[in-house]
């Protein structure tokens, strides 16, 4: 599926994907990277020691769960920005999904965009609750999304008013 | 046509330079590729081929494809892809193959 | 006459990380380039690159262009020529370089040859108009000149440049149509993938282009789909409207310089083309001045290109007595990091290629 298509199928997302009880915690990261790579920025940018330390470079990341507070470190880090944080216990209703984002314009804190799944799919409408591009994050910046709950484990783009490049 | 901002790049530019393309006034940056001038004015054809006379424009745009040869301030086979522009050149359509002599 | 002891041809990540090598373990040095500024390709890459710390994984390649060029800059027994070209390496082992109308001789007694790759063609109607770019053309208009190569992309190919390039058009505020790919699946990593996909551009596997349209520019291209044969399925062709056609279907190693030297060569698809034979260890090719590095070695990433330069680099010296044993160190330490970025999947097809490019193989890959 996703060697053809670029989109992770449900089983694929599954062997990522924190388990229900966890995300029922709070905030956590998603990392959505499912072939063996030499690539390990993530392990490195993770404070928290919650994503091992790679033995084989090309190892797919594993990551601690409880270690984990979602706080995105890493998703500013990771060089194929495949990393999402999810925290389902932000409202009754709503969650919020933090993303890597590297387009112009930024969107800003307190304005709605679109909500686009995996396919660029408009899938409902995201309120941001934060825009964080500190030069630490060298021009990665990641947005904190407010949305519905049921939809996400789907979000991991945007929209924003005044882009011109998206399908 | 030129990228006004860019997420990740800031562009350096030189100062504003005009030259002239085929006896058109075309507004371009100093130091910049003479090509890259041309594209961010619209302009796409640069010469034309030997034996078909088909429009070509710029290919690989880093000196090695031949496919952006033109004539400027007279000399022939310059490859505008790489050659840098400077204020007043005269920079002309270039018919199949240059007239070297 | 100019002399040195090891003269560096290319300053991409491969040659700028050989001259940094052979400088530091004491050699006299000579690093050509034949464009204006040092950093090869690396000078385009926005994107975070891929690897270890040890090759900058986490950082922009833009950055380790830079980087890479103030470390050499730091080198006392470093000398560079820009808008300089090799011509040639001859049977006394004199190398000529040509700069500004002026040719020069230089005798040095080791030479790296990292020059790195050129992009592929591909064959279709009209594949000569005005809008049909390589996509290192458009990396170079888009990252280097600020200027958008169009307003419509299709791009040709889903391996790793097709992918990123595709990438950077849409950062640069430009649409990309469509991404089409000839084989069943994406060839480069899945995580380029997955961000294109998010942002809406389709990428259809078993495509490919048939035709470009226009008169005097692209104003379109025809696609259709291939079947198990990798042949046109009639009746599948549709038409998008497109002012770019961008190629990103392969490169091959520029290996001129290695022919004209007299080097064994070996036709090697896994490689990228014909590249020269060499003791794996060293990366010294079949004439003992000569050694190679980056993709002229075999295409591959800027990561590995960075590691073959140094084992390069440090090889070429201690050839020359120029060796101390944190050098040694250094480069076996070299040697493991390359093995290591091969060792996964996607190293599978360099390693097949590899094996049969060794000094002494018997095996074709």
């Not at chain 1, 800003?108 to 408009?122: F, M, S, Y």
């Not at chain 3, 050989?18 to 464009?35: E, Q």
């Not at chain 3, 791009?155 to 950077?168: E, H, K, P, R, T």
Request: charged residues 20%; glycine residues 10%.
């Amino acid at each position: 599926m996703l060697r053809s298509t670029g989109i992770p199928s449900l089983e694929e997302l599954k062997t990522v994907y924190p388990s229900d009880e966890r995300v029922a915690q709070g905030a956590v990261a998603v990392i959505e990277c499912f072939q063996r790579i030499p690539c390990n920025p993530c392990a490195v940018a993770c404070h928290r020691g919650a994503i091992q330390v790679f033995l084989d470079i090309n190892d797919q990341p594993a990551i601690d769960v409880e270690r984990c507070n979602g706080c995105a470190l890493c998703v500013a880090n990771c060089p194929g920005l495949a990393i999402f944080v999810v925290d389902e216990t932000y409202g009754t209703d709503t969650a919020l999904v933090k993303i890597p984002y590297e387009f112009l314009p930024l969107p800003e804190k307190g304005t709605t965009v679109i909500a686009l799944n995996r396919a660029g799919e408009q899938i409902g409408e995201a309120l941001v609750i934060a825009s964080q591009n500190p030069a630490s994050f060298d021009r990665t910046a990641v947005i904190h999304l407010q949305v519905p709950k049921t939809i996400a484990r789907d979000v991991r783009n945007i929209r924003v008013e005044g882009a011109s490049a998206h399908a | 046509m030129r990228i006004e901002r860019h997420p990740i790049l800031n562009f350096q530019k030189g100062p504003r330079v005009s030259f002239t393309f085929d006896g058109q006034e075309i507004v371009g940056y100093e130091g910049e590729p003479i090509a890259a001038a041309l594209h961010a004015a619209g302009v796409k054809t640069l010469k034309h081929s030997a034996e078909l006379h088909r429009p070509r424009g710029f290919f690989c745009a880093i000196g090695t494809c031949s496919s952006c040869l033109m004539i400027v301030n007279g000399v022939p086979n310059v490859r505008v892809c790489v050659e840098k522009l400077q204020a007043g050149m005269r920079v002309e359509t270039q018919e199949g193959n240059g007239d070297i002599r | 006459m100019i002399r040195t002891q090891i003269a560096v041809i290319g300053g991409g990540p491969a040659g700028l990380r050989a001259a940094d090598a052979a400088a530091r373990a004491g050699a006299k040095v000579l690093l050509i380039d034949n464009s204006d500024h040092l950093g090869g390709q690396l000078i385009k890459q926005t994107h975070m690159f891929f690897g270890s710390q040890e090759q900058f994984a986490g950082t922009r390649g833009i950055d380790i262009a830079a980087k890479l060029v103030r470390d050499l800059h730091s080198r006392e027994n470093v000398d560079v020529m820009l808008d300089a070209t090799a011509l040639g390496i001859y049977e006394d082992g004199v190398l000529t370089v040509e700069q500004n109308d002026k040719v020069y001789k230089v005798n040095s007694e080791r030479i790296i040859v990292a020059t790195g790759a050129s992009e592929r063609m591909l064959a279709f109607p009209n594949n000569d108009l005005p809008g049909v770019y390589g996509a290192g053309a458009v990396q170079t208009l888009m990252n280097v000149h600020g200027i958008k190569p169009g307003n419509s992309v299709l791009m040709i190919g889903a391996g790793n440049i097709g992918l990123i390039v595709s990438y950077q058009l849409l950062q640069a505020g430009v649409k990309v149509e469509a991404i089409v790919e000839a084989s069943p699946t994406i060839g480069g990593y899945l995580v380029h993938a997955s961000k294109i996909r998010r942002a809406g551009v389709p990428i259809y596997t078993r495509h490919t282009i048939k035709e470009a349209l226009g008169v005097n520019a692209v104003e379109g291209a025809v696609i259709c789909q291939l079947n198990n044969q990798w042949q046109p399925i009639e009746g599948t062709e549709r038409t998008l409207g497109v002012d770019v056609i961008c190629l990103a279907v392969g490169l091959s190693p520029l290996c001129d310089l290695l022919w004209q030297a007299g080097c064994e060569m070996k036709y090697i698809p896994e490689l990228g083309g014909y590249v020269a034979i060499r003791d794996e260890e060293s990366l010294q090719t079949s004439r003992q001045q000569i050694y190679i590095a980056g993709d002229v070695a075999g295409v591959e990433e800027a990561s590995s290109a960075m590691v073959e330069g140094q084992i390069a680099g440090l090889s070429a010296a201690a050839n020359l007595g120029l060796s101390t044993s944190e050098l040694n160190n250094e480069l076996k330490n070299a040697r493991s990091q390359l093995s290591a970025l091969r060792a996964g999947p996607v190293g599978e097809k360099i390693r097949a290629g590899l094996a049969a490019a060794e000094r002494g193989a018997t095996v074709n890959a």
